[in-house]
């Protein structure tokens, strides 16, 4: 990687504008000057939690091994549960599969299985 060619004591990770002038700096340096190209943030994996914000509330981490088994020891079958909670089935696959779940659903999976998945972080 490119030393940033005004400090030259760090990596250059974007260009900016200097009165006209492009340079590779490093973020220290590019904050001084006009920002023209930010390197793109590194590709992350998803975190599997499920945040809202006005109320802190989060989803905890395993909720899909806590629906299924709960789900479970009810005698339910998937497209059971989904219909009633008047979801989708391909809802309730992703929630057990810990892909997706969202507050709402969260919400309403709780008091119908009576599991504690939501987490108050306030
Ligand atoms: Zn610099």
Redesign the pocket.
């Known amino acids: 990687m490119l030393d940033?060619e005004?400090?030259g004591?760090?990596p250059a990770s974007a260009k900016a504008s200097f009165d006209g002038v492009i340079l590779n700096?490093?973020s220290?340096?590019a904050a001084t000057g006009k920002i023209i190209e930010q390197p793109k943030p590194a590709a992350r994996q998803p975190v599997l939690q499920y945040i809202a914000p006005e109320s802190g509330e989060t989803v905890t981490e395993n909720f899909g091994k806590i629906i299924s088994s709960a789900r479970q020891q009810m005698g339910l079958k998937q497209d059971e549960l989904a219909s009633k909670l008047n979801e989708k089935l391909s809802v309730i696959q992703a929630a057990e599969q810990g892909k997706r779940l969202d507050l709402g659903l969260a919400r309403k999976v709780e008091k119908f299985l009576k599991i504690k998945i939501i987490e108050d972080e306030t």
């Open positions: 940033c005004i400090c004591s760090a700096v490093c220290g340096c």
